[in-house]
């Protein structure tokens, strides 16, 4: 089984600054392909950014290039999310979530990922 934590959320003004964490624990691996997702108030759960280890590449959504970085460090298991120039339309509970092993077709869709954090709520407001 995995765990997984994520911390960081809050409220910020347009143009403002927050980072994401997700701490990992239980059953992880180095392989193990992790991204951040996010579902605002009647919405679907939107595919944000992710990270895979294996090849070290990083995928972004198009709403969020440019002012969003991803990176993991290993030897803490935990998973960053950097968001810059924060929008109000970036205003949702951002989940963190993982996977063993996902092939490139699937690293966007919400329900190829077995693991899940409870989410930590992101408010840009003015």
């Known amino acids: 089984q995995v765990e997984l934590v994520e911390s960081g959320g809050g409220q910020v003004h347009p143009g403002g600054s927050l980072r994401l964490s997700c701490a990992a624990s239980g059953r992880t691996s180095a392989r193990f392909v992790m991204g951040w997702f996010r579902q605002a108030p009647g919405k679907e759960r939107e595919f944000v950014a992710v990270?895979?280890?294996?090849?070290?590449?990083?995928y972004y959504s198009d709403s969020v290039k440019g002012r969003f970085t991803i990176s993991r460090d290993s030897a803490k298991n935990t998973l960053y999310l950097q968001m810059n120039s924060l929008k109000p339309e970036d205003t949702a509970v951002y989940y963190c979530?993982?996977?063993?092993?996902?092939?490139?077709?699937?690293?966007?869709?919400?329900?190829?990922?077995?693991?899940w954090g409870q989410g930590t709520r992101v408010t840009v407001s003015s």
């Open positions: 990270f895979r280890q294996n090849n070290n590449m990083m």
């Open positions: 979530a993982a996977d063993t092993t996902l092939i490139l077709t699937e690293l966007r869709n919400p329900d190829a990922y077995d693991y």
